[in-house]
C-alpha cells in the first residue's frame, strides 16, 4: 500500500506539499495562529487554546508573543520556560523540538522544509522534511535563520541576523551568514 504524502513528510522521504491532506492540516494551524493573534493584550504571551492543542508538547510557563506562524504545529515540541518573540515563524513540515529555557528573538525564523533542486519536480511541490533540534538555554537572536537538519546545542547564543546552516555545538556564539563563530571564541560548528 502506498504512503500518503503526510506519511512520507514524517517519514522524512520526498512527498508533494500540494496535497489536499497537508492543505487540511495547514488550515487548522492557520485558523489556531489567527486565533492566538486575536487573543486580549492583557495576556500578552499566553499561549492560546487552539494553539497549545495543535504542538506535541508545551512546557510550562511558555510564552508565545503574536504574531506567530507555523505551518502544523503536531511536529513542534517546546520546553518549559521558552520565550518565543514576536513574529516567529516555524516551517514545521518536520520535527522542530525547542528545548526548556531557550529564548527566540522577534522574527526569527526556522524551517524544516527543503525543497527539490530540480525546478519541474519544485513546481510540483516535492520536498523532503529535516529536523531541527535546539537545546535547552539556548539565546538566538533577531531575524536569526536556522535552516533544515540543524541541532544547536545546549547553551548556545546565535547572534541577530545569523543564518545557521550547519550544526552548532554545545555552548557556542556564532554570527553572520553563514553563521560561523567569531575569531577569537569557541568554535560553533
Not at 78 to 96: F, Q
Not at 129 to 149: E, H, Q, S
Not at 156 to 179: E, H, L, M, Q, Y
Request: proline letters at 5%.
Amino acid at each position: 500500500m502506498a504512503l500518503t504524502e503526510l506519511e512520507k513528510m514524517q517519514a522524512g522521504e520526498w512527498y508533494t506539499c500540494l496535497d489536499a491532506e497537508l492543505e487540511q492540516h495547514r488550515m487548522v494551524a492557520r485558523r489556531a495562529v489567527h486565533e492566538h493573534g486575536l487573543l486580549n493584550p492583557d495576556r500578552r504571551g499566553s499561549v492560546g487554546p487552539g494553539l497549545a492543542a495543535l504542538f506535541s508538547c508545551l512546557g510550562e510557563d511558555t510564552y508565545i508573543e503574536a504574531p506567530f506562524h507555523c505551518a502544523y504545529g503536531f511536529n513542534i515540541e517546546i520546553g518549559a520556560c521558552v520565550y518565543i518573540n514576536a513574529g516567529c515563524t516555524i516551517l514545521d513540515s518536520g520535527s522542530v523540538r525547542i528545548g526548556t529555557g531557550t529564548l527566540l528573538g522577534p522574527n526569527v525564523q526556522i524551517y524544516c522544509a527543503e525543497h527539490h533542486h530540480d525546478a519541474k519536480k519544485r513546481a510540483a511541490g516535492l520536498e523532503i522534511a529535516r529536523p531541527v533540534d535546539i537545546g535547552k538555554d539556548v539565546w538566538i537572536g533577531g531575524n536569526a535563520v536556522i535552516l533544515p537538519g540543524v541541532s544547536i546545542g545546549d547553551g548556545t547564543i546565535v547572534g541577530a541576523g545569523s543564518v545557521v546552516t550547519r550544526d552548532v555545538a554545545p555552548s557556542a556564539t556564532v554570527v553572520g551568514n553563514p553563521a560561523t563563530a567569531p575569531s577569537g571564541s569557541k568554535t560553533g560548528q
